[in-house]
């Protein structure tokens, strides 16, 4: 029911979308409507002049009193008659060719334009939802909706409905004119249309349901080319290069089986249309021979018959076609839909206010949260973190410390209970300039393929080299950039792979600096580093805190004296809480970790100097 709801809200959003590009391109739709307009009377005028030549002229029949004055003139200046006949050919030539070019270069036109709205409405669309949804979401899923979806609706909603209504005016024009020549032949040919539908029909359908397993088949094959190229050091590291490869080659199997079966039917239907036309023709081309035997029509009058036959098969054969086209644009469209109908977790209230100077007050209030429902990971989580304290949330892996930096993030809202900064619920903050407000520092040290200066300066678009100069000098990180073969304008490989871990770790810290926030986050910020880096960023660390409220997720129990509050947790519950010393004296959990870790580290000292 839930997804039904979905697929309902996602269709009206969007119709909405592509009734406000069509709505907005209505002048270009009614041009490219003329135009086409206009390829179909020449396509109806194209036999006339041969049938004027070939009756009235070659074989010197008598002509209607309608084209009385056209006999007088040949007689007159035959090569002059002729050669306007010809030119009148080649006219209507001409003027199809341009006016198919102008139709196809407008409709082309409204499709890109159409793909660049839907893409934005997308991405847009997509940036909004929870990080629940883009953590149980394949990434490969997201990018071929987001790039090859939207591209096959191009034609579905500009090329196809002008090209069919434009099919269905040829036809109707071209069978009126042909009833109008010779309604029993005409007869011959609409004996046809019934089994034509009915076999163009059933083997639609069976291209529907093939397009829309090639998709999703698609979506797995981007997903995995994703997930590997994104891992391509860990399978190298453990030779599963084969591996990776049969799977792939798995995947890519089922597409192609798929594809073949898609491509099969496609041709069945272009072939259907061939064999009943290729029949019909020849049907009508003996009887129609026939009655020029008989003078009941004139050899013109069959030429033009047979011409207008022709182009009327070609017609269903482009709609057969076409209709293959708007079978997979329909699973596209249905793709997109489901994608909108998704509702983003979290919303900013109609009243929310923008954070700005915060004090750095924080209260949780017996919060509780589950990632997934009846597996909590927080429980009832209660304390106060005053203005400009230092904090450091300690605990196992697991117990919930960074699940409690994303809720204070509002990346996810809590399953029970009440967040508040600066004695405001959370809620009542804009998203954007709360988190505008709080610098975060991940252990996952993401980077651009971008400039130093452009990466530093992600969070504030407004910030000159200056302030990212400064931000990098707190962050210790200047010395090592201007050294740089280009400096701040070095452009580094995707995700900083061409920098250590502490150069990339301090990056991230002088870009969570330059927006000069009230509150610092930093999560497990030496975990990953060796010694020498570590301390270059607690020196750092230590240096930027100042009178901001400063909150450290660390496994690492090194200089927590400094910290003004630590907070110990343990199965998502807050187990201890105190200073340092205070804990210490408990000589419960925490002290059982300071002593842990001091034998480890002398452990470790003694293997090395063996």
């Known amino acids: 029911m839930r997804q039904s709801e979905t ?31 206009g390829v179909t009377l020449m396509q109806l ?34 090569l002059t008659v002729l050669a306007a006949l010809a030119t009148f050919i080649a006219i209507i030539a001409i003027m199809s060719g341009a006016l198919s070019y102008a139709q196809s270069f407008v409709t082309s036109k409204i499709g890109h334009q159409l793909v660049f709205t839907l893409r934005q409405h997308l991405f847009a669309h997509v940036q909004g939802l929870s990080l629940a949804f883009h953590t149980q979401t394949r990434s490969g899923e997201l990018l ?24 269905i005016v040829t036809f109707l024009g071209m069978f009126v004119v042909m009833f109008a020549i ?14 034509l539908v009915s076999g163009l029909f059933l083997l639609n359908r069976k291209i529907l349901t093939t397009t829309r397993a090639q998709r999703e088949q698609e979506s797995r094959i981007a997903s995995q080319l994703a997930e590997s190229l994104s891992s391509i050091s860990v399978i190298q590291t453990f030779g599963r290069e084969r591996i990776e490869q049969d799977r792939f080659k798995q995947e890519s199997t089922n597409h192609l089986r798929t594809g073949l079966q898609t491509a099969r039917t496609t041709a069945a239907v272009t072939r259907v249309v061939s064999i009943i036309g290729a029949i019909s023709t020849a049907t009508t081309v003996f009887f129609g021979a026939w009655q020029v035997l008989k003078a009941r029509m004139t050899p013109g009058d069959l030429l033009v018959f047979v011409s207008y036959m022709k182009n009327l098969y070609s017609p269903i054969k482009d ?38 100077h915060l004090r750095g007050e924080i209260r949780f209030e017996q919060v509780s949260f589950a990632y997934l429902e009846g597996c909590p990971v927080l429980h009832d989580l209660s ?30 809202q809590p399953s029970k209970g009440l967040i508040t900064l600066d004695d405001r619920d959370l809620a009542e903050y804009e998203r954007e300039s709360l988190r505008h407000e709080i610098g975060v520092v991940l252990q996952d040290t993401l980077l651009f393929r971008a400039s130093i200066a452009d990466n530093i300066s992600y969070g504030a678009d407004h910030a000159g080299l200056d302030q990212i100069m400064d931000a990098a000098r707190e962050a210790n990180a200047h010395e090592f950039i201007s050294k740089l073969p280009n400096g701040y304008d070095t452009v580094i490989a995707e995700r900083g792979s061409t920098l250590s871990g502490g150069q990339r770790q301090r990056i991230c810290l002088a870009r969570a600096l330059v927006k ?13 580093l060796d010694h020498q880096s570590a301390a270059y960023v607690r020196e750092a660390i230590a240096r930027i805190q100042g009178n901001r409220t400063t909150i450290v997720i660390t496994h690492h129990l090194v ?43 002398v452990r470790l000292q003694s293997n090395t100097l063996t």
């Open 7 to 37: 697929h309902r809200r996602g269709r009206a959003r969007f119709r909405a979308i592509i009734g406000s590009h069509l709505h907005a391109a209505k002048k270009h739709l009614a041009l490219a409507g003329g135009c086409l307009v």
């Open 45 to 78: 005028m194209a036999p006339w002049p041969l049938k004027l030549i070939l009756d009235y002229i070659l074989l010197q029949k008598p002509a209607p009193p309608s084209l009385a004055s056209l006999s007088e003139l040949y007689h007159t200046w035959p």
């Open 144 to 167: 071929t909706k987001l790039a090859s979806d939207t591209q096959t609706l191009k034609n579905a909603f500009t090329d196809i409905p002008l090209a069919v209504s434009g099919h």
């Open 182 to 195: 010779n309604w029993e032949l005409s007869l011959i040919i609409l004996a046809t249309m019934p089994i």
């Open 319 to 356: 709609l057969s076609k076409l209709s293959a086209q708007f079978s997979k644009a329909t699973v596209s469209a249905d793709r997109i839909a489901d994608l909108l109908g998704i509702e983003p977790e979290i919303h900013d209230r109609p009243d929310a206010i923008k954070a700005t």
């Open 383 to 412: 304390f106060q973190i005053a203005p400009g304290q230092r904090i450091a949330i300690i605990g196992p892996s697991g117990s919930g410390k960074s699940t409690l930096v994303s809720l204070l993030l509002r990346l996810y």
């Open 516 to 528: 000069q926030p009230s509150i610092l986050v930093l999560d497990e910020p030496t975990a990953s």
């Open 559 to 601: 200089g927590m004296e400094l910290f003004d509050q630590i907070f110990l947790l343990d199965g998502g519950r807050l187990v201890e809480q105190g200073t340092h010393h205070e804990l210490l004296d408990r000589h419960a959990l925490y002290a059982h970790l300071c002593a842990q870790q001091s034998n480890d580290l």
